[in-house]
C-alpha cells in the first residue's frame, strides 16, 4: 500500500506541472490531481493513527490479562 509520503510527492509533482501549463483547462486538471493526492494523503495519515491506537489498545489489553493471569487469587 502507498505511503502517505508516496501520496504527497504525487501532489507536488501536480503542482509542478500545473504551474507550468499553459492551458487553463490542463492547470486546472492538475490542481484538481493535487488535491486529490493530498486528501489521499491525509486519510492514509489517518489510518496509520488508527493502527497505531489500537495496536496500543491491543498491547495494554494483553499486559493487562497477562497481570491478571499471573496473580494470585
Known sequence: MPTAEFYRERAREAQL???????E????????ARDS???MAVKADGV??????????QLAN????LAAATTPQ
Open 17 to 23: 506541472a500545473a504551474d507550468g501549463a499553459i492551458l
Open 25 to 32: 483547462n490542463v492547470r486546472m486538471r492538475h490542481i484538481v
Open 37 to 39: 493526492w493530498t486528501e
Open 48 to 57: 496509520v493513527q488508527a493502527r497505531e491506537k489500537r495496536e496500543a489498545e
Open 62 to 65: 494483553a499486559a493487562l490479562n
